[in-house]
Every structure is written in structure tokens, then in C-alpha cells.
């Protein structure tokens, strides 16, 4: 029996399944004809992350499609972030409050589900 893979890199699939795990989110895909699949709390609605898959042009003028994950952050730790290989002005996104993170592996599962968790709990 096959799992279903919902995204295209193994980095989103194995965040997707991390996520699932602490906070019981699947990804919802709102969109038709759209792979963008969306975290968001219950009670709420309000979305703490999104995986893309992109053209990598989009953010730093490489041309391939990427996977990416998008996460909400504090305003005071937005540069220091975007100097953090992998990590960028948020795609599609409130460029002021979000990043957008490319899954090739830049960055380990670890530091990405920090940011995760700091989105999560800022869209509580």
C-alpha cells in the first residue's frame, strides 16, 4: 500500500507529516486545480503556514519549481531572518509579517518547524 505524498519534495512531505503530528493539521487545499496545501487552526480559521510548489525565479531568479513553505514571524526578527540561506521576502504573502522558505534542504526540519511554531502561535 502507497501513502499519499501530497507535495512534491520530500522536505514538504516530511514538514507536512510533522505538522500533522503536533498539531493534528493536515494540509487543506482550498484552491481548485492548486497544490498549495494550507495549515490553519480550528477554531480560528487563520492559516500559520502554506506549502507551494513555485517557480524558484519567483523569489531568487532561479529558474525550477520549488517547493516552499511560507510561516508567519515577529516584525523585530524579519532581516535577521532573511539573511538565513533559504530563506526569503514572502511569495504571495504579506511581505511584512511573512517569509517564504525554500524546501531543498537549506534548512533542517528542526529549524523549520521553530519558525512554524513561532507562526502558530502568533496566529492563535
Known amino acids: 500500500m502507497c501513502d499519499f505524498l501530497p507535495f512534491n519534495s520530500i522536505q514538504a512531505n516530511q514538514l ?10 493536515k494540509p ?10 494550507v495549515f ?8 500559520y503556514a502554506i506549502i507551494m510548489n513555485i517557480d524558484r525565479f519567483k523569489l531568487d531568479g532561479v529558474k525550477a519549481p520549488y517547493d516552499i513553505i511560507n510561516v508567519k514571524v515577529p516584525v523585530f526578527v524579519l532581516n535577521d531572518l532573511r ?3 533559504g ?8 511581505k511584512k509579517h511573512w517569509v517564504s522558505i ?5 534548512l533542517s ?16
Open 16 to 25: 507536512a507529516e510533522l505538522i500533522a503530528k503536533r498539531y493534528q493539521d
Open 28 to 37: 487543506l487545499f482550498l484552491l481548485k486545480d492548486n497544490d498549495y496545501g
Open 40 to 47: 490553519r487552526h480550528d477554531a480560528n480559521h487563520k492559516w
Open 83 to 85: 539573511k538565513e540561506k
Open 87 to 94: 530563506i526569503y521576502p514572502a511569495y504571495h504573502m504579506n
Open 102 to 106: 525554500v524546501l531543498d534542504n537549506a
Open 109 to 124: 526540519d528542526d529549524r523549520i518547524m521553530e519558525l512554524v511554531e513561532n507562526s502558530y502561535k502568533l496566529t492563535i
